[in-house]
């Protein structure tokens, strides 16, 4: 409906919650890029993921479901995780 075809997300391969976060929204995991900068004097190894077009349709329905009212109890706090 955009017309995007990919949408990425990189991280600091450290960064474990980015990660999982990563994963937990639909991400998939595609490499990491060694050395790809430096960062506080170190080589930073970046973790890439990605969505791409045609996996985004059965996203979006999940998404949709998850953001439901009826999946926030009334104090807004989600009942089920995505």
Partial sequence: EWGYRRYEWKC????????????????????IFRQATIYKNRNRDTAWFSIIDKEWPTLKKKFEKWLLPSNFDPNGVQINKL
């Fill in 12 to 31: 600091d391969n450290y960064n474990e919650p980015s990660k999982r976060a990563a994963k937990r929204l639909g991400f998939t995991f595609e490499g």
